[in-house]
């Protein structure tokens, strides 16, 4: 369960430090499921609370790429140029695929520069 408080502070001791983010609000019955959670452990971000942030920001950065190039604001064709690999409209998986529509594209990708 620690691993879901994203950050381990309450209000008091993030206004103490100056920060605006906190994971527990200064109320008798956060304090004391806080002091549950954590007991006599260091009052910090598990390993857990460090791999879900970064899986998060890894989901959310690959979803603005693919949002740019979507909206035609990432060149992907220079992107494709400079691996030398050409993605084409006529793609599909092998024989050997299970699924036939787990792979197919959802738009067909048309590539050309400009």
Request: glycine share 6%; hydrophobic share 35%; proline share 5%.
């Amino acid at each position: 369960m620690q691993a879901i408080l994203k950050y381990p502070k309450t209000e008091f001791e993030a206004e103490a430090a100056g920060e605006t983010k906190f994971g527990i609000y200064n109320e008798d019955r956060d304090l004391a499921v806080y002091d549950w959670l954590f007991g006599d452990e260091p009052r910090e971000q598990t390993l857990a609370t460090k791999i879900l942030n970064a899986a998060d920001d890894i989901a959310y950065g690959v979803h603005d790429f693919e949002d740019g190039v979507w909206a035609g604001r990432i060149p992907l064709f220079r992107l494709v140029a400079e691996r030398g690999t050409v993605p084409t409209n006529s793609w599909r998986p092998s024989s050997s695929t299970t699924s036939r529509n787990c792979f197919r594209p959802r738009r067909r990708l048309r590539l050309r520069s400009r």
